[in-house]
């Protein structure tokens, strides 16, 4: 959605990283630059205005000139300015003290409030909430039909008492829903209402009837962040006519400028609380502006990445592949089952959007396929449980075999298992050098040879690791040791008080056998 503007921007501000002071001329020709940027972008003329006056003034100012990198100061300015127009801090849903919490949707036709339903509801319920999604669009037609599709593949019951096309009151339905949640103990209902092709009198009467039947904690705004600046002129409209506590933007993944979702917020004083960005129903999330803000100006939006994998990779499962991996046992199972973990994040060209650096690769990102992980979990798939534990027994009459019945060629097949071989002996090696037990007792070679130096004995597996404190390979001094850890096991309390002049060399043990 952003692409056009964070390339523009990315690009004026690179410009300037280069200058060790920056002048009132250059300060100048950077915000003409971003001002062309922003409006190309469809933002809003007035926002446009304020977000390039509060820039000036601070680049301008003594924050940048007494910089020790006045560039870099320059680029924190305009990332702070982005994060305040995108509504600063991240907003999360107001819940009632009393449950059912009521969320009403509302928006024009076309937006699509009623997939948005199921992402929230879905959403809501990873989060262990109970939900209830309610049909109050009787309009459209198969309204009401979509709603509950949408509702079983989310796993959330859906409350439609009328048919729809036309048939049926939607504000006694969206009464007798409340009824409903509080009877079958659902915490939140998500209450999906009529949309039209455009502003018009009986579109807000019906949805202020609704809000005033039901009473919302939350009023949600739906807006399709891909039609320009009538997105504002529509806010503008439900916020006199309705009025709403909140935005949310849909179809961020579409190929529009999308400028006229960072007006949004600024223009109707309502934050932006969550962010479509697919068709499918896990394609939705919180908005967070200073992530956001991040991504438009090429820095990444690692923590998203991080939330996403924590939310698709099993701890477990991914503790017992590190542990296999820094003993040389990872399998093409482990492989297989990781490789699956992050399909489910989604295209690999998003997942590189997110890190930082990410614009640099977007054109090595566009063209990655993702087919090919297909055909790699094909080949996997054609191996026996055998071979896949244990690769090295795949011999020419295996691959062919492995080649045939996965589809694919069989130098496709040697270089998985090849790749495979080198990927995995290479991981060991960095696991055992960084400390986690692999490549030879967790000494690098360089430890070895210093060890040996100074005449400790080094042999394979059986040296001590390192420690922190403590040269590789040599034994600890307890005297040294965190309080409590040099002090004497039970039983031998006392031994640091023996007789003056004792000398345990003199001590007469019994002989072996004796």
Same mark, same amino acid.
């Given at each position: ?60 100012? =003594?924050?940048?000139?007494? =910089? ?11 990332? !702070? !300015? ?21 969320? *009403? ?12 339903? %199921? ?14 999604? #309610? ?13 509950? #599709? ?11 008492? !009328? ?25 939140? #209902?998500?209450?999906? &209402? ?7 009198? !009986? ?30 002129? &529509? ?32 223009? &109707? ?34 923590? &998203? ?77 054609? *191996? ?20 045939? %019945? ?23 090696? *960095? ?49 040294? *040791? ?33």
């Amino acid at each position: 959605m952003f692409d056009t503007l964070s390339d523009r921007l990315t690009s004026v501000l690179q410009n300037l990283r280069g200058k060790g002071r920056l002048t009132d001329a250059d300060i100048d020709a950077t915000a003409r630059e971003i001002r062309i940027a922003l409006l190309e972008a469809d933002v809003a003329l007035p926002v446009v205005r304020a977000f390039i006056a509060q820039v000036k003034e601070r680049a301008k100012g =003594a924050e940048v000139s007494g =910089a020790l990198n006045p560039a870099q100061q320059v680029v924190k300015i305009v990332n !702070e !300015e982005l994060v305040a127009i995108l509504g600063g801090e991240t907003r999360r849903l107001r819940f009632a003290k009393q449950p059912p919490t009521v969320i *009403m949707l509302a928006g024009l036709q076309g937006s699509g409030k009623t997939t948005l339903a %199921g992402k929230l509801a879905l959403w809501l319920r990873k989060q262990s909430h109970a939900p209830l999604l #309610v049909a109050c669009d009787l309009q459209r037609p198969n309204a009401v039909t979509q709603l509950q #599709v949408v509702g079983e593949r989310a796993g959330v019951q859906v409350f439609a008492p !009328e048919p729809g096309n036309g048939v049926g009151d939607p504000v006694d339905v969206a009464r007798r829903a409340i009824e409903e949640a509080k009877h079958a103990q659902h915490d939140i #209902v998500i209450v999906d &209402t009529a949309g039209r092709l455009g502003v018009d009198q !009986e579109l807000m009467r019906q949805a202020a009837d609704i809000r005033d039947a039901v009473q919302p904690d939350e009023v949600l705004f739906v807006v399709d962040a891909m039609i320009g600046q009538d997105a504002v002129t &529509t806010a503008e409209a439900f916020r006199d006519g309705v009025g709403f506590s909140g935005v949310v933007l849909t179809k961020l993944d579409g190929d529009a400028r999308g400028g006229a979702a960072l007006s949004v917020r600024e223009v &109707t004083g309502q934050p932006i609380l969550f962010a479509s960005n697919g068709e499918k129903l896990e394609d939705f999330d919180a908005f967070h502006p200073d992530r956001m803000a991040s991504r438009i100006l090429g820095m990444g939006d690692v923590l &998203t990445l991080i939330e996403q994998a924590e939310q698709v990779f099993d701890q477990q499962q991914a503790q017992q592949a590190a542990e296999k991996l820094t003993a040389g046992q990872l399998t093409l199972e482990d492989f297989l089952e990781q490789m699956l973990a992050v399909r489910k994040m989604g295209p690999i060209g998003n997942l590189l959007g997110m890190l930082p650096g990410g614009a640099q690769m977007k054109e090595a990102a566009a063209n990655i396929d993702d087919k090919h992980l297909d055909r790699l979990q094909a080949i996997i798939r054609g *191996m026996t449980p055998a071979e896949r534990a244990d690769p090295k027994i795949i011999n020419a009459s295996r691959r062919a075999r492995i080649a045939t %019945g996965s589809g694919v060629r069989v130098a496709e097949v040697n270089d998985l298992v090849n790749r495979f071989f080198d990927a995995r002996k290479m991981m060991q090696q *960095m696991a055992g050098r960084f400390g986690f037990g692999g490549g030879g007792g967790g000494m690098s070679r360089k430890a070895k040879k210093a060890a040996r130096k100074k005449g400790q004995k080094v042999k394979g597996r059986n040296t001590l690791p390192a420690l922190p404190g403590f040269p590789a390979g040599a034994a600890p001094d307890l005297s040294k *040791m965190p309080p409590g850890l040099n002090e004497l096991p039970p039983g031998l309390a006392g031994l640091d008080q023996l007789p003056p002049g004792f000398d345990p060399a003199k001590l007469k043990f019994p002989k072996k056998g004796k």
